[in-house]
């Protein structure tokens, strides 16, 4: 297969690229800072994208943020972001690829633990990870030319508790989320929410 995977170059998204690349597969590895650029924020690139690449089998995205803090300290821009980034970034991959790939192919975005397990802070990010499942839902009831569309839902990833000098003993390496959307590619499921946490 050919995939596209969008936000190669964040924690997540460099293991979703290497773990197909290890399977045979071809992987077209896109990010902001990539030499295949794409902003998901800006509709005209992820057109370049797929007007540049041709015969794509599947599209993964792994890109997209939402403002983190209390709701109290959330600002209309703030919001307004992480609309704008992760989710209608990730709507409009799914709204522009379904008519790219190829027939049969598939296309898999990422939203997130918080959108069932909300935290203290997590108020815009909660908003925008439930909003792109139930959108993944729907979307996939209307799905032409054998394409599928679902959603990874990562939990806290290892490596970036690490990071941010948290316990990471409940996190889940990026390596295995990855195995989630290597199911999502090669699968068959359509429309829906897969807990990357079940593939482990």
């Not at 970034?89 to 997130?112: F, M, Y």
């Given at each position: 297969m050919k995939i596209v995977v969008i936000g190669a170059t964040g924690?997540?998204?460099?293991?979703?690229?290497d773990a197909p690349a290890r399977?045979?597969?071809?992987?077209?590895?896109?990010?902001?800072?990539?030499?295949?650029?794409?902003?998901?924020?800006?509709?005209?690139?992820?057109?370049?994208?797929?007007?540049?690449?041709?015969?794509?089998?599947?599209?993964?995205c792994c890109a997209g943020g939402a403002r983190w803090g209390p709701l109290?300290?959330?600002t209309d821009d703030d919001f307004a972001l992480s609309l704008r980034y992760k989710l209608m970034?990730?709507?409009?991959?799914?709204?522009?690829?379904?008519?790219?790939?190829?027939?049969?192919?598939?296309?898999?975005?990422?939203?997130?633990?918080?959108?069932?397990?909300p935290t203290p802070g997590s108020a815009a990010v909660s908003l925008v990870n439930a909003g792109l499942e139930g959108f993944?839902?729907?979307?996939?009831?209307?799905?032409t030319r054998g394409v599928r569309v679902n959603v990874v839902s990562p939990p806290w990833?290892?490596?970036?508790?690490?990071?941010?000098?948290?316990?990471?003993?409940?996190?889940?390496?990026?390596s295995d989320v990855a195995k989630a959307y290597v199911a999502a590619?090669?699968?068959?499921?359509?429309?829906?929410?897969l807990e990357a946490a079940r593939f482990v």
């Open positions: 924690t997540i998204g460099k293991a979703v690229a399977r045979g597969h071809e992987v077209i590895r896109a990010s902001r800072t990539s030499a295949v650029r794409v902003d998901i924020e800006d509709a005209a690139t992820i057109n370049a994208l797929f007007d540049g690449t041709r015969n794509v089998d599947a599209v993964v109290g300290n959330l970034g990730q709507v409009n991959i799914i709204r522009l690829a379904k008519e790219k790939v190829k027939e049969g192919g598939s296309i898999t975005v990422t939203s997130g633990v918080l959108g069932t397990q993944v839902r729907a979307a996939g009831l209307e799905m990833v290892k490596e970036t508790l690490r990071s941010m000098k948290m316990d990471e003993s409940n996190g889940l390496a990026a590619v090669e699968g068959q499921t359509n429309g829906k929410v």
